[in-house]
Structures are given as structure tokens and as C-alpha cells.
């Protein structure tokens, strides 16, 4: 060994004799391959403790974009908070995954695959959607290897579906083999068990966990190994247990070996190239891409600094000659207003008292809210009587008050270069409920607008994976009181192929969403919304919304909104309730019946006018938020949606949610319920500065009427949290930056 490294010849001579004792020899004894591969695999997994060090290279992505080797998976896991997307192309068969490591042990994702001269009954291109989750039973030590029991396609069509259980060991520097055993699509080729019947027919409606085939029918054996010279190659082979049974019955190859190969090179930022050959005559090649919200760290850096804190003089303390001062107390707060703009904050209004002074201000700078908080209170110290001992600080969203941050000034003096969580014990996070003072005069009416680019999407139609319309919008909020807002948005479409998908399949609801088409084909240009909204603090604990106007694209109305949150909970409640009137289709002032026609049947069916939810939200603890939604939607369907997000310091959110109502599997038609991803990019880890910009993205897996709510802005919980003591607290860090 040298610096560390085992010489290339014993790693060779390692994988020689694992390849001739394990892997190759069982080839010519074509009845005893898959049992000699098992065995083989996992003897080499019971000898390898005292060889095992730290891998070169993390764990790579297979065609299913999953930890594994070319198309077997392997009982690796990526770090906790990775977020993956891959491309692969084999044959004719090409699938885009979306990956997530949910926590150290979880990892679920979502994959869409395009089979060409796939017929079962579709002409040119099949499309599949497929949902796998991943359970990580034993991490890897010295004695023993990683154990991963997986479920591949558990809420699709099937066609994909296969569960395995797999073991992985790292050997030597580098070298990793891999054995495992599985059902389903892994238990296709040369099984050696069975473990009763399981059904092979596709589901076309597809989005029903497949429970009843789990761990059912015929076993086999795939092994396989890897081994990585450095932290950028990676050369891997692997024995496949999957037959490609309905690829070969349906024409798109012909399997003549179960034998695969790989190269993997991984590029500097994490980004992976693979090549393949796999099954005798196939060529296949993949780019993954990667990034881990959880380890970019909190946006800024570049941004100026804070102000230093500065401390007084021990004779002003007690000096209240400025009371009776209107000079004095007006050169304090107009000095902190402009301390505080340089900063990008919006100080309303300021109270000052003999020994406290309470700030009203709005962020629209920081997103994380301690920042914020942070810098404010270091203006104070530079602008404020040397007597103002108290500052409470009342921050402003929806033009109400949220928390009140209550700090003493000597404590930000003696702890200024201590830890913010020293400065944290010393703070309280109390309710704003009547605390803010009235904003100054000048400061309301307010007026902010932008234009920039949109790009409306819908995806997983099944005659067009993608469809999409590109514009331009301009939209601006316009605050007329303090918690009045009249807001609006105007598109012009430039183009797009929405309008192409006039969704004339059956439905046998009222068409609340699949008529989207033709809101694309007449809106042009259109208002996607022109609303006024009241917001309140009607009580304690308490904050209300009322919107009225033309709510979204396609319906207008009057929504309300009550929800209940003490700013210490991480338990929220809210309830909504909505009167709607369907919008015409061009999306300007007019309005229609709410009586749709199905284009196949004829029938006709009514829109409700009411519909609404009770909603109940928890805050679960490291970035996981969970929300429950129950009530009646667009169509008139009763039920619930589920919604767990996982947030990260700095600001990214990634999530999922499904929707179970009273509608069957065969009345909401393909995709069986609505379900989807979501994900919250924030602006500011791209530019390096602060900022309270997101892109929010959501991925629904079919949009179809079943299960559809209104798209009301600016619902209450995600404005009022933000400021409430569990989010400040988690954030607390950004305090003195």
C-alpha cells in the first residue's frame, strides 16, 4: 500500500478471482447461474469486512435513475436532501426521473418514460408514469454490508413494477459489489422460487399502489460490481435479472444476454455521463444531474454588510430629556428609516417611549426572516435615544401584523460577537396582535410592478408528453390601506401548443380543468386574475383573508379565509369556503354558466358554486411541514388532499401531495387520483445575494377534474408562519449577518 492506496495489481487480482469464482465460471452451467451468482455475490459481501475502507466515489445513478449499477439497483444512498434528475436512453426506450433522498433512510422517485413502437394498443410512442420508494434497513459498516428493500413502479401502470432486496459492499478503495433478489420485473429471467401468483396485466388507468402484486411470483437473483480508479471514472458490469418481456413480445429488442456493462464519469460539480451496453446488442447512454438544497448553505455573502452595533455611552442611559423633545424623537425615527432602507427595509411607522420603542416594518428583501430582524435591530442601536433600553420589533406581511421580536439593547451591546443562539435566549417571539402602531402618513398608497416572461405548462398528456404556452406578462399589486390590495396580471401569448389539446376524452365529471384548452385558444391576450383582497387580524392568534374579483384564469368569486395560528405552534387550522362563477373562455370581464357539456357522451353536468376546505398544517421539525386539506372541490367531489414538504434553510422546498375523494378510479379516469410534485426554487442561492424571490413549480402527474381546487393567491398560512417563532427560531443564524 502507498499513501493510502491499494496498487491497481491487487485490486485486479481481487476482481479476478471475484469474476471467476462468482460471476463467470456459472455462465457455463447454465441451470445453476442465478443460484451460483447469489451465493457467490454474498459470500464475497461476508469476507469483505476487514478489506472495506471509505469509497473513492459516491453512489452513481442506473437507467432508472436510482442508486445502481446499469440497470440493477444497488443498496446504495445518496445524502440526505439530494435532489436528482436523469435522462437515459436504451433501445428505443427513453426515462426522465426525478429523484429525492427524503430523509438519511427514504428516497422515493418520480420517472416518465417514452417507449417507441411500443404498441399494446397505442399507435407510435407509449408514455408511462412510475413512482418507486426505497428503504435503506442497514447502512454499511466494517462487519457488514448496506441493506436496501426497494419498490419499483408502486403507483403506475405496472409496467414497471418489481420489488428487491439488495445488499452492497465496498471491498477496497473503489471496488463495490453488489447481490440481491427480486419479484416482479427483477424476477423475470432464470428465477430460481416463487412465492405464489402475480398478475402481468398492465393497469391503463395506472396510479394505484399495486399492493396486491407486491412480493408475489417468480424470484431471481442480480448481482454485480464496480469499481472506481478515481473520483471521476467508474466501471461496472452486473448480471440482470429482468427479461424485458413485453419489450421483446412487443418487437423493441431481442435479449440475448444477461450480461451489462457500464462506464460512469463524473464531472466536477456532481453531474454524471454514462455509456452503456446492456443485454448483448443494446446501446444506452445517460446524464444525471444533481444538486442537495440541504448542503448549499444559506444564500448571501456578497451583499453588504450589517451595521456594526453601536454601544452608548453609561451617562446617556438614563438621559429621557428627548421625551418632551418633537425634534429629537422626529430626527430618531426619520434616521432609522433611512438606516433601515439602506438595507432594503420598510420602516412604517415608529412608537417611541421613554424606555422602548416598537418598529412596524415590512421585508421585501430578506428571505430569511432572522436576517431581516438581524439588521433592524442594529439600526436601532445607531439612531435611537441612548434611553430606549426595550425594542420590539413588529414585522409586517399582507399588511398586517404577524410576531412581535422583543430584545434588549444591552444584550445586542454585550453579545454582538457571541453566537446568535446566545442572542436567541435572550429574545422573545411573542404575538403582534395589537401591537404595531399605525403606519406613518405617505407610507400607504404603495404601487410595485414588473413584466417578465411566463411559460404556462402542462405535462404527462398521454398523446403529448409535454405541451406548453411562452408570453409575456405584466402584473402589479397596488396597496391601497395597509391590508387592502387590489393586484392583476395581463398575459399576451407569443406561442404555444396548448391550445392543441382539446381534451375530448370522456369525462365523467363537470369539466372543471380539461377544459383548459380552450381557455389557451381564446385568452389572448387574457387577465389571469384582477382581485381585491381585505386581510385582518379579527382576534388573537387569529388572521383572516377575503378576495374578490376574478380569482384565476378560470373562475372568479369571492373566497374567505379564517385560520388560527399561535405565533409559538407549530400547529395551524384555517378554513375556507368559496362562491365562484365559471369565467369565459377569452378571460376578460365576462362570465358563463356553469353548465359543461361532455364532448363524447353529450352529457351535462352543473358546477357547483360552493366549495371550500377545512385545512389543518404542522410544522414536524427539520424542514418537514405536513398539511391536511378536507372539504369540497371544483367538481363537487368530497375528500382530502395530503401534502408533506420538506424546507431547507435556504428557502428551497420540495414536496409532494395527493388528492382522495368521493370520485372512483374509473370516473376520474387516467391516473385513477390526483397527485402530484412540487418544488419552491428560491432566487437568491443563484444570485448570492438576498431575496424574497421564488419560483414555484408544480408537477402534476395527469390534470384532470377530479379532485381540482381553486388557485386562490395569497392564502394565509404560508404569509403568517414565516414570522411565527418555530420558522424565526430554525433561522436564527442569519441574525448577525
Do not use: C
Not at 502507498?2 to 496498487?7: D, E, K, L, S, T
Request: no cysteine; net charge neutral.
Amino acid at each position: 500500500m502507498h499513501n493510502g492506496q491499494i496498487p491497481l495489481m491487487h485490486v485486479a487480482n481481487a476482481v479476478k478471482k471475484v469474476i471467476w469464482k462468482g460471476a463467470v465460471m456459472p455462465v457455463f452451467r447454465s441451470q445453476r447461474t442465478t443460484r451460483s451468482i447469489f451465493v457467490a455475490s454474498f459470500s464475497v459481501l461476508a469476507v469483505a469486512p476487514s478489506l472495506a475502507e471509505e469509497p473513492r466515489q459516491g453512489p452513481t445513478y442506473n437507467l432508472y435513475g436510482s442508486p445502481g449499477l446499469i440497470d440493477m439497483p444497488t443498496a446504495d444512498h445518496f445524502d440526505e436532501g439530494n435532489l436528482s434528475a436523469t435522462i437515459s436512453q436504451l433501445g428505443k426506450t427513453t426515462k426522465t426521473t426525478i429523484g429525492f433522498q427524503l430523509a438519511p433512510r427514504i428516497s422515493a422517485s418520480f420517472r416518465y418514460s417514452a417507449l417507441s413502437e411500443f404498441t399494446k394498443g397505442w399507435d407510435g410512442t407509449y408514455f408511462d408514469r412510475s413512482f418507486d420508494l426505497r428503504f435503506l434497513l442497514m447502512k454499511e459498516t466494517a462487519n457488514r454490508p448496506a441493506l436496501t428493500l426497494g419498490f419499483q413502479d408502486i403507483m403506475g401502470t405496472g409496467l414497471y413494477s418489481g420489488e428487491y432486496l439488495v445488499a452492497t459492499k465496498s471491498l477496497v478503495p473503489g471496488l463495490k459489489v453488489t447481490g440481491g433478489i427480486g419479484w416482479g420485473r427483477f424476477g423475470s429471467y432464470n428465477s430460481f422460487a416463487s412465492t405464489g401468483d402475480r398478475s402481468e396485466t398492465t393497469l391503463e388507468q395506472g396510479g394505484i399502489p399495486t399492493y396486491d402484486r407486491w412480493f408475489r411470483g417468480d424470484i431471481a437473483a442480480f448481482a454485480g460490481a464496480s469499481y472506481a480508479p478515481n473520483d471521476r471514472w467508474n466501471f461496472k458490469f452486473e448480471y440482470s435479472s429482468d427479461n424485458y418481456d413485453q419489450e421483446q413480445n412487443s418487437g423493441q429488442f431481442e435479449k440475448t444476454s444477461p450480461w451489462n456493462f457500464g462506464v460512469d464519469y463524473r464531472f466536477r460539480n456532481g453531474n454524471q455521463l454514462s455509456l452503456y451496453h446492456a443485454y448483448g446488442n443494446q446501446i444506452g447512454a445517460q446524464i444525471s444531474l444533481a444538486v442537495n438544497p440541504k448542503t448549499q448553505g444559506v444564500p448571501g455573502g456578497i451583499e453588504t454588510a450589517g451595521l456594526p452595533i453601536k454601544p452608548r455611552a453609561p451617562q446617556d442611559i438614563h438621559d429621557l430629556g428627548w421625551t418632551g423633545d418633537a425634534a429629537a424623537i422626529n430626527k430618531a425615527k426619520s434616521s432609522l428609516t433611512s438606516l433601515a432602507a439602506k438595507d432594503g427595509l420598510v420602516v412604517e411607522a415608529v412608537k417611541l417611549d421613554g424606555n422602548r420603542a416598537t418598529v412596524r416594518v415590512s421585508n421585501p428583501r430578506f428571505g430569511v426572516p432572522s436576517q431581516a430582524i438581524g439588521r433592524l435591530a442594529r439600526s436601532m442601536t445607531r439612531s435611537l435615544p441612548a434611553s430606549v433600553e426595550e425594542f420590539v420589533i413588529v414585522p409586517i406581511a399582507a399588511g398586517i401584523p404577524m410576531s412581535a421580536v422583543v430584545m434588549r439593547r444591552s444584550d445586542l451591546e454585550r453579545l454582538e460577537h457571541e453566537s446568535a443562539d446566545a442572542m436567541l435566549a435572550r429574545t422573545s417571539i411573542i404575538d403582534g396582535y395589537k401591537l404595531a402602531p399605525p403606519p406613518e402618513d405617505g407610507v400607504y398608497p404603495k404601487l410595485t410592478w414588473g413584466i417578465s416572461p411566463y411559460v404556462d405548462l402542462s405535462v404527462f398528456d398521454p398523446n403529448e408528453p409535454v405541451r406548453l404556452d411562452v408570453g409575456i406578462r405584466a402584473k402589479a399589486d397596488y396597496e391601497i390601506r395597509p391590508n387592502f390590495v387590489l393586484s392583476g396580471s395581463i398575459t399576451k401569448k407569443f406561442a404555444g401548443n396548448l391550445e392543441d389539446d382539446p381534451r375530448q376524452d370522456e369525462s365523467k365529471l363537470p369539466r372543471v380543468r380539461t377544459d383548459n384548452a380552450l381557455y389557451s385558444a381564446e385568452g389572448d391576450p387574457a387577465i389571469e386574475y384582477l382581485q381585491l383582497a381585505m386581510f385582518n387580524r379579527p382576534a388573537k392568534d387569529f388572521y383572516s383573508r377575503v378576495s374578490v374579483g376574478y380569482l384565476e384564469r378560470m373562475y372568479g368569486g369571492v373566497s374567505a379565509e379564517l385560520l388560527w395560528k399561535p405565533v409559538d405552534s407549530r400547529l395551524a387550522i384555517g378554513a375556507e369556503i368559496n362562491y365562484i362563477q365559471r369565467r369565459d373562455y377569452d378571460q376578460l370581464l365576462g362570465f358563463q354558466d356553469m353548465t359543461t357539456v361532455d364532448p363524447v357522451s353529450g352529457a351535462e353536468y352543473e358546477i357547483p358554486h360552493v366549495n371550500g376546505h377545512v385545512s389543518a398544517y404542522y410544522d414536524f421539525g427539520n424542514g418537514f411541514h405536513g398539511q391536511l386539506d378536507v372539504g369540497r372541490y371544483l367538481a363537487g367531489d368530497y375528500g382530502g388532499t395530503v401534502t408533506v414538504d420538506r424546507e431547507f434553510a435556504n428557502g428551497w422546498k420540495v414536496g409532494a401531495y395527493a388528492t382522495f375523494t368521493d370520485v372512483t378510479a374509473d370516473e376520474f379516469g387516467e391516473g385513477s387520483f390526483d397527485k402530484g410534485l412540487r418544488f419552491y426554487i428560491p432566487l437568491a442561492p443563484f444570485i448570492g445575494k438576498p431575496s424574497r424571490k421564488v419560483n414555484p413549480t408544480v408537477i402534476q402527474s395527469l390534470s384532470r377534474d377530479g379532485g381540482a381546487r381553486l388557485r386562490v393567491r395569497d392564502r394565509l398560512y404560508e404569509n403568517v408562519r414565516g414570522y411565527h417563532e418555530p420558522v424565526v427560531r430554525d433561522s436564527w443564524g442569519r441574525f448577525w449577518r
